[in-house]
């Protein structure tokens, strides 16, 4: 019970601030609420990552852990992509090619960091074994970034207008992605062995699946409903046209109130 309560104190309490805290700072139209708010939220996030430190027994610390090991390479992942994304060919907003340049090397650290926890000794180990949710994260965040890259690099290509540098550069990450995939399935890492990825990895695709049919369906239901609902709406009245009379009043009403004030 006292570990428990450990947990719930030290874990569950900062996440749930966390995430109501980032809700209410994005939401709220009070300056002094959006600050408290922010306050809050970043209290809850520290406690988080430093839950393998003051909650090492619980589970829950586990998230802390994977969370702190991969903020690093993220944040590098996302400052690149939104520097590469912004730095082309767009019409407000537009960076300099040196942010360009800038984004591309963070990009390419970002991957090389994730890399280096799956190929190398980086990997997220937790009282002496992988972290479990490290093993979920990883090849789900290849499969989505193979799906995504592919889906982006199409929609610039034919949807978009002058971002053929851009869709290369998301059909270059797509490849690479979908190659590191096929990599971790076949060879064996340090830590993570081919057989223990590809267990994972179709895992993740069955959720990633699943996700996929449920969002489908709520959709379908969603304008099923909709549809029914128009269709049950009695027929609406149209108004007859404006006759002649209608017309010329309208008209003088007009050509009082046009032009502004007389002096």
Known sequence: MYAMMQAAIWFWFPAIALVVGAGTALSSRSETIKKLSKTIAIIGFILVLLSPVTVPESPSSAAGHLLGSIIGPCALLITGIYLLAFSGNVEVGKLSSRDRKIGSVCTFFGLVWLEGMHWWTWTPMLNGEVNPYWLVFWPTFLL??????????????????????????????????????????????????????????????????GLGVGVGLSILVFALVIWIYESSLPPAKTLDAPSQQELTQAASIISEHIGGEQE
């Open 144 to 209: 989505i970034s193979t799906g995504l890259s592919s889906g982006a690099a199409f929609s610039l290509r034919y949807l978009g207008h002058s971002r053929e540098k851009e869709s290369n550069f998301m059909l270059v990450l797509s490849s690479l992605t979908f190659t590191l995939t096929v990599l971790g399935m076949m060879l064996d890492g340090p830590n993570i062995t081919s057989e223990m990825f590809r267990a994972h990895f179709w895992l993740a695709a069955s959720d990633i699946f």
